[in-house]
């Protein structure tokens, strides 16, 4: 083989690579991460309430395991601009690159009134929660309310942006108890979400104590 087709061969890897982990991403990006519907098994009200934005499943998932494990109602929010294509993608990253807060969503009607805990599930944009979730807690008053903040992420989150949001809760009158981000791994080597949501359920039974402390 001669040196020119050896260089060519090499070329040809290499994009074949690339194209491959583009298709890979955008199928992260985008494609829908099915999971079992949730319904609560006791028929007590509820005290705990979980409200989750999820654009691609994973965070759904997630907030369904919390759900069921506080035996907790839960509350989807929507926002069909952020929709899983390509457009809604760059929105997206746009609005979080942004910092904005305020978008418009869809939810059910819901009375925070009746709830003493309250669980925020969200993914991460451009290491924040994601912008509906803001919108949410922009729209609320959560007096008398402890909150906790779950995170779902490819990389990581930080502590700058994130500590806005923990300020946000507070200017609407919640108790801010704690933020835990859940990574679910890099582009190639995706956790499970079944692993993803035992790790999360095993985390928050480390801090039970401070949850049920607080919400006591
Ligand atoms: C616009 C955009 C920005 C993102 N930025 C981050 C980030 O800063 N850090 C991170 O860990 N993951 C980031 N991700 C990945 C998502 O947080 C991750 O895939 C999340 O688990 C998806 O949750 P979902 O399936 O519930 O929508 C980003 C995703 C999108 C769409």
């Not at 869809?106 to 912008?131: E, G, N, V």
């Not at 039974?205 to 006591?216: A, E, G, L, V």
Request: charged share 25%; hydrophobic share 40%.
């Amino acid at each position: 083989m001669n040196k020119k087709m050896k260089i060519l061969i090499i070329v040809g890897l290499i994009i074949t690579t690339a194209v491959l982990l583009m298709i890979w991403f955008y199928r992260t990006q985008t494609v829908w991460i099915k999971s079992e519907p949730y319904e609560r098994n006791s028929n007590i009200p509820a005290k705990t309430l979980v409200v989750v934005y999820s654009r691609t499943g994973n965070t759904l998932s997630a907030a369904k395991e919390v759900a069921k494990y506080y035996d907790a109602d839960l509350l989807k929010i929507e926002a069909p601009q952020y929709d899983r294509n390509m457009s809604g993608q760059r929105l997206a990253a746009e609005h979080a690159d942004k910092e904005v807060t305020t978008t418009p969503i869809q939810h059910d009607p819901i009375d925070l009134r009746k709830y003493d805990l309250i669980f925020l599930c969200s993914p991460t944009w451009w290491y924040r929660p994601a912008i509906p979730l803001w919108s949410f807690v922009e729209n609320h008053d959560f007096a008398h309310k402890q909150v906790f903040l779950i995170m779902t992420g490819n990389s990581k989150k930080t502590d700058e942006k994130t500590d806005k949001f923990k300020v946000l809760v507070e200017q609407k009158n919640g108790n801010f108890i704690n933020v835990l981000f859940a990574r679910r791994g890099r582009v190639h080597w995706q956790k499970s979400p079944k692993k993803l949501n035992k790790e999360i359920i095993d985390a928050l039974k480390k801090q039970t104590d401070i949850i049920f402390q607080s919400s006591n």
